[in-house]
């Protein structure tokens, strides 16, 4: 957690102190009673400035994940675009499911699906990844925005979080697997698109995704299940 409003509440409190005693030393007016009160005074504005830094964190973050809240991911989304226009450069957006979660929620329990989530949170927390914003978009749901410089750099960190997440497992028997989009906005050509316009593309593309992997699951399974009935015949 960030303790900035503690720090500056404090010190501007220890000024203020600082100054008031040095205005009554000069009148020779310092007192026990003032010494208490500067002391009072600090103490209050420590403490206020730890709850201002209790009440963003909980703006800014989720509380199940630490990942950011969706309150904030368009400000962090401008910050990078900023950044993007500096160098010449992109923002990726990747739009990030949990497969069959609500399949671990109903079997498991949702104690064990908030793990999950904490797990899958960690891991794209951890990426060695500059700059990543990593938010928790809602439910089972993710996005991760990157600065990037090229297509290469797109699909590298693509290739990257989806191995990171692949091999997340819970007390072996609960694999986790992942669909994700993706989507990319720069200052070149067009005009930049808003967050909300990536991460419905993005959004869009998962989907996608997630059908092309149902469905070339569903041909292996027909493949296997043809191959075991010639091995049948074969016998």
């Not at 309150?71 to 910050?79: G, I, L, M, P, S």
């Not at 989806?162 to 005009?191: E, M, P």
Request: charge should be positive; proline fraction near 1%; charged fraction near 20%.
């Amino acid at each position: 957690m960030n303790h900035l409003g503690q720090i500056i509440l404090g010190l501007v409190s220890i000024c203020m102190v600082v100054t008031l005693n040095i205005y009554f030393s000069t009148l020779n007016q310092i007192s026990i009673s003032l010494t208490m009160i500067s002391c009072m005074f600090i103490a209050l504005s420590w403490g206020l400035g730890k709850y201002i830094d209790m009440l963003r964190y909980k703006i800014e973050f989720d509380s199940l994940t630490n990942a950011y809240s969706r309150t904030v991911a368009v400000k962090r989304y401008r910050k990078l675009m900023r950044r993007a226009k500096r160098t010449n450069g992109a923002v990726a957006v990747y739009f990030i499911d949990v497969d069959h979660f609500k399949q671990i929620n109903d079997n498991y329990g949702h104690n064990t699906g908030d793990k999950m989530l904490r797990k899958v949170a960690d891991r794209l927390l951890q990426l060695r990844i500059p700059e990543k914003v990593v938010v928790r978009w809602g439910g089972d749901e993710f996005v991760v925005m990157v600065p990037c410089q090229c297509e290469h750099e797109v699909w590298a960190f693509y290739h990257l979080m989806d191995k990171s997440i692949q091999s997340i497992s819970y007390q072996g028997n609960i694999q986790l697997s992942l669909s994700i989009g993706t989507a990319v906005s720069s200052h070149v050509g067009a005009r930049p698109k808003q967050l909300e316009q990536l991460v419905e593309l993005a959004d869009k593309q998962m989907l996608w995704n997630k059908r092309r992997k149902k469905y070339e699951t569903t041909l292996v399974s027909r493949h296997t299940a043809i191959g075991g009935q010639y091995r049948n015949l074969c016998r």
